[in-house]
């Protein structure tokens, strides 16, 4: 048998920082000039939001429980899951199932009381706020985990970045790798870890898939972002290594990856690797 190994090509200190795609698609009630156009476009070019029947945006009709389940579910890059939630009110198998399933199991959502969920109810700001921070990691301002000096450090590593992020991208650029991965061939599973930048593959990962022969390996990506999900980037993959096998990938926030307490980060990466069926 040949050993299963992770390839982790990371670039430790950038992992966190995701830089945005810019992408439209109309909406029938969206003309472009209102003041959240932008968003809605940018979140349904990533996936996050899809609208509503009849190309709807529908910028001012109630926000369910159920669709905000749906959103944070996607921008995790909507891990596989498995189980069923505890509430009386979900239906399994409905568009939203796997969503409120990993909300619950993750801890995002407790549902409303009496086993329910509230699946149809309105999102009021107070959940909305709840969920969103739990979702980014239930942090406390002030806390051990973030300092001004820490802040100051990623803004100005972010900065020293971006123009060299935008050059690569701009020039379809090869950067070299510094070191090789000794005995490839021995390897038939490689994860792939990588950062969004520009909304795809920073250019480097480029470098990599074309170094090596994948034909016959099993490959599994994951990745950080700040929004953007997987951003297409799994469809890039198996397109680039055609003679691979690419597994569902996973995507996380670089804010919840880089948190060193997070409630639910575990239970998703776990989730998502017994949902790969691999054997050690």
Same mark, same amino acid.
């Given at each position: 048998?040949? #050993? ?18 810019? %992408? ?10 209102? *003041?959240?156009? %932008? ?25 369910? #429980?159920?669709?905000?389940? &749906?959103?944070?579910?996607?921008? /995790? ?11 009386? +009110? ?42 969103? *921070? #739990? ?26 970045? @971006? ?9 379809? /650029? ?10 490839? +061939?021995?390897?038939? &599973?490689? !994860? ?5 930048? *520009?909304? +795809? ?5 480029? &470098? !990599?898939?074309?170094?090596?022969? !994948? ?17 297409? &980037?799994?469809?890039?993959? %198996? ?11 996973? /995507?996380? #926030? ?12 575990? /239970?998703?990466?776990?989730?998502? @690797?017994?949902? @790969?069926?691999?054997?050690?």
């Amino acid at each position: 048998m040949k #050993r299963i190994a992770s390839l982790l090509l990371s670039i430790v200190l950038m992992l966190g920082f995701t830089i945005p795609a810019m %992408a439209a698609e109309s909406y029938a009630d969206v003309n472009g000039d209102e *003041w959240f156009a %932008a968003a809605a476009y940018a979140l349904r070019e990533r996936g996050i939001m899809n609208g509503v029947e009849g190309n709807r945006f529908a910028p001012n009709e109630t926000f369910t #429980r159920a669709q905000l389940a &749906t959103v944070l579910y996607r921008m /995790a890059g909507s891990p596989v899951v498995t189980g069923e939630d505890s509430f009386s +009110d979900t239906e399994p198998g409905a568009w939203y199932a796997d969503a409120v399933l990993w909300a619950s199991q993750t801890g995002v959502v407790n549902g409303i009381g009496n086993g329910l969920y509230g699946t149809n109810d309105p999102t009021t700001q107070e959940q909305l706020a709840v969920m969103l *921070w #739990r979702n980014a990691g239930s942090y406390v301002l002030g806390s051990e985990y973030a300092s001004e000096s820490g802040a100051e450090n990623d803004a100005s590593a972010y900065n020293d970045m @971006l123009p060299i992020a935008t050059a690569e991208k701009n020039s379809n /650029a090869r950067p070299a790798i510094k070191n090789a991965v000794e005995n490839f +061939d021995e390897y038939d &599973t490689v !994860f792939i870890g990588y950062p969004i930048w *520009w909304g +795809d593959l920073p250019m480097i990962l480029h &470098t !990599f898939m074309e170094r090596y022969d !994948f034909a016959g390996k099993t490959v599994i990506p994951f990745n950080t972002h700040e929004g953007s999900g997987q951003s297409g &980037t799994q469809s890039a993959i %198996a397109n680039k290594l055609s003679g691979a096998t690419v597994l569902q990938g996973l /995507a996380m #926030r670089g804010s919840t990856a880089q948190a060193l307490v997070c409630a639910g980060t575990d /239970a998703t990466v776990k989730n998502w @690797l017994d949902g @790969l069926g691999l054997v050690k």
